[in-house]
């Protein structure tokens, strides 16, 4: 099974969950939010295909306080893969990043995650305030 990314960049970022985080873009949105941070990230035939095991691998090797975020484009569009990948991760410390609402998200991903961030993007709504999110309509939540 292969995964499409956009970019990963390790161990680098503190806006993207607690802690110091790696984020893995994924490459493909089906949202096309007004004002993305990442329009590269919509067209999936733009992306870099990767084996999940592959990626797990890299993962592993490279992300050296094993903390994650899966960001985009939209994990969702990818959610076999996701899932696959992320059940490979089993000991690291997880945050997706959706830009669909909680009751989309497949559950046999929520159980294995410890962050998710849910909401489309709303650049009326943009905030600097709030941790984690881009809109005051997003939700940033703690599962586990």
Same mark, same amino acid.
């Given at each position: 099974m292969k995964i499409y990314?956009?970019?990963i960049k390790f161990n680098r970022s503190l806006v993207d969950g607690p802690g110091v985080r790696t984020v893995v873009f994924f490459q493909g949105c089906d *949202?096309?939010?007004?004002?993305?941070?990442?329009?590269?990230?919509?067209? +999936? #035939?733009k992306g870099t295909a990767v084996g999940v095991e592959e990626l797990a691998?890299?993962?592993k090797k490279e992300v050296c306080n094993k903390k994650i975020t899966f960001s985009g484009g939209e994990p969702l569009m990818q959610a076999e893969g996701l899932i696959a990948l992320v059940e490979l991760l089993a000991d690291f410390d997880i945050a !997706? $990043?959706?830009?669909?609402? *909680?009751?989309?998200v497949p559950?046999?991903?929520?159980? #294995? +995650? #410890? $962050? +998710?961030? /849910?909401?489309?993007?709303? @650049? @009326? *709504?943009? /905030? /600097? !305030? /709030?941790p984690f999110v881009g809109s005051s309509?997003? @939700?940033f939540r703690r599962l586990h």
């Open positions: 990314l956009n970019s *949202l096309h939010c007004k004002g993305c941070q990442n329009p590269s990230a919509w067209d +999936i #035939r691998n890299l993962l !997706v $990043y959706t830009g669909h609402e *909680l009751c989309d559950k046999r991903l929520l159980d #294995r +995650i #410890r $962050y +998710i961030k /849910t909401g489309a993007f709303k @650049e @009326e *709504l943009h /905030t /600097t !305030v /709030t309509n997003q @939700e």
